[in-house]
């Protein structure tokens, strides 16, 4: 019977090795998760700046955008008077040569 006791204990000694050796891993591995955790939560901090600063720039854009739709309107309506005045010239000067 005293060497299956000395097994048992054996035995017993090993298992709790065994259980502390995960413990210590599982202990190292909560570590890294908390890190992990940490390193996410100042990416989204970064990754909302960043949307932030996308978002300004894009609101920036559409500005100008209508700014310059404004300015086509106006050059786009010059244009047109200009070309009025020319042909309104050019039918003044043929019926002016005409009438000659």
């Known amino acids: 019977m005293a060497p299956r006791e000395k097994w048992t204990d054996d035995g017993f000694d090993r298992v709790e090795n065994r259980i502390a050796t995960v413990e ?7 570590k890294k998760v908390d890190a992990l955790d940490k390193g996410f939560g100042e990416l989204k901090v970064r990754v909302g700046a960043l949307e932030t600063k996308v978002d300004q720039g894009f609101a920036h854009l559409d500005r100008d955008m209508r700014e310059l739709r404004g300015e086509f ?3 786009n309506r010059n244009l047109l008077m200009a070309a009025v005045a020319i ?4 039918i003044g000067t043929i019926g002016a040569l005409a009438g000659i």
């Open 24 to 30: 210590n891993k599982v202990d190292g591995l909560g």
């Open 73 to 75: 309107k106006t050059l």
């Open 87 to 90: 042909v309104v010239a050019l």
